[in-house]
């Protein structure tokens, strides 16, 4: 699920263009076949993950959508319906909004997600953490409070002792 990018060059992407142009004249057999599974692997992977390498740092706010593979350092605020991931050499000093979010690294800040919050081993969360399922592996560090759960109904508030109780 989670691979570590080192150095992420843009050498594909400039021959990506080539190979569907390539496809419908290729009169080899061979050739075509490889071409479309080429084309038919690539968008799938493009279009679902975006990643952000050790190497880069972003301050502000970041919105994205579908997927997000942060192993970089971000300062701010991160917005999304989609996946974040957070990789084991992430130094994130943020607040989280997004659908899910696995943490492998480092995060500093309050995490609200819609669905599911997975803290890896290795993981350290120094925040408060909203979620409707909360996973934490053996060796994973999370100090903060935690809502998981949705409640079935609002909470009423308790008896202060001022207000007079019917006897029966």
Do not use: Y
């Amino acid at each position: 699920m989670f691979q570590k990018v080192i150095g992420h060059t843009p050498a594909t992407p400039p021959a990506a263009p080539a190979l569907p142009a390539a496809a419908p004249s290729a009169p080899s057999s061979a050739s075509a076949p490889f071409a479309t599974a080429a084309t038919a692997a690539r968008p799938a992977s493009s279009a679902s993950r975006n990643v952000l390498s050790t190497d880069v740092e972003v301050k502000g706010t970041l919105k994205f959508t579908n997927d997000l593979i942060v192993d970089g350092r971000i300062e701010g605020e991160i917005q999304s319906d989609g996946n974040l991931t957070i990789g084991e050499n992430a130094r994130i000093k943020a607040e989280i909004k997004t659908a899910t979010v696995t943490v492998h690294g480092k995060v500093h800040g309050n995490i609200t997600a819609t669905d599911r919050v997975d803290l890896k081993a290795g993981a350290e969360v120094v925040g408060d953490i909203k979620a409707k399922v909360l996973a934490m592996e053996p060796g994973a560090i999370f100090v903060g409070k935690a809502t998981v759960g949705t409640p079935t109904s609002t909470p009423t508030a308790p008896n202060s002792g001022n207000n007079p109780v019917a006897k029966a």
